[in-house]
């Protein structure tokens, strides 16, 4: 099925984005000059846009591996079963990455 | 049939010596280890969230003091340490599945060896450093 490609593309999407993990972290150790400087990237719209990629390539990895663990254990394989999977991932993912940002901005977004 | 290798497969004596058999390499460790760090990261990924949207909007100080409790530095150690060979085996086998050019392989492999070693280092020196408070 050619949705399988997704699971690689977020993989690889998720690959480079840990650089994003790496730069939060390392400038929250390294002090407020370092940190603002990283909050002004992710606070502007081109940083949310790709932190909202980020949360939805994570979400349908994450999906989407589940359905390969399904298939490892050898269930799943029958051809509606097969095209529920990748549709259940491909909505999960879109559905929890939306669900995600509702509750980050009712937490976050009043500080 | 007295030829030696005979009992050992259709690979030729160099294939073997070159460690290119499937007996010669680590993919079944890394097929194996591929599927132990996903479903760590299964179990990990909602507290990570949970984490991330309590650092939501904070300054630094904040951010700093949240992350170097043991419980929160612990969770984020064990997500990136997982995160790194998940990552690091993933790529290899996009690289092995798309590159074909052998150097070019080679040099692709060792940069992501690289990469997903530094910037694990990267997120665990900061972890460490926020936890040790200094």
Redesign the interface.
């Known amino acids: 099925m050619a949705m399988s490609i997704f699971h690689r593309a977020t993989g690889v999407a998720l690959y480079f984005g840990t650089i994003l993990l790496a730069w939060w972290l390392t400038a929250v150790a390294s002090g407020p000059g370092a940190y603002s400087i990283f909050s002004s990237f992710i606070g502007s719209w081109f940083g949310r846009l790709v932190l909202f990629a980020y949360t939805w390539a994570l979400m349908h990895h994450l999906l989407s591996g589940i359905r390969h663990f399904v298939w490892d254990l050898g269930y799943g394989f029958g051809p509606s079963e097969r095209e529920g999977l990748t549709w259940a991932a491909l909505i999960g993912g879109i559905v929890l990455t939306v669900l995600i940002w509702i509750i980050a901005y009712a937490f976050g977004g009043g500080r | 049939m007295s030829d030696k290798s005979s009992s050992k497969g259709i690979l030729t004596p160099l294939k073997r010596v070159r460690g290119l058999g499937a007996s010669g390499s680590s993919a079944t460790a890394d097929f194996w280890w591929q ?1 132990v760090t ?1 479903v760590g ?2 179990v990990l ?1 909602v507290p990570v ?1 949970v984490i991330v ?1 309590m650092l ?6 904040g ?2 003091q949240i ?1 170097g409790t043991p419980i929160v530095a612990l969770l ?1 150690l064990l997500f ?1 340490v997982a ?2 060979f998940h ?1 690091k085996i ?2 290899q086998v ?1 690289i092995e599945d798309y590159v074909h050019d052998e150097k070019v392989k080679l040099v692709a492999i060792l940069a992501n060896n690289f990469f997903s070693i530094a ?1 694990a280092l ?2 665990i ?3 460490l ?2 936890s040790s408070g200094v």
């Open positions: 599927r996903a990261m299964l990924i969230i949207m939501l909007g904070r300054n630094q100080a951010a700093g992350l984020m990136v995160s790194a990552m993933g790529m996009v910037v990267a997120a020196y900061a972890i450093k926020l």
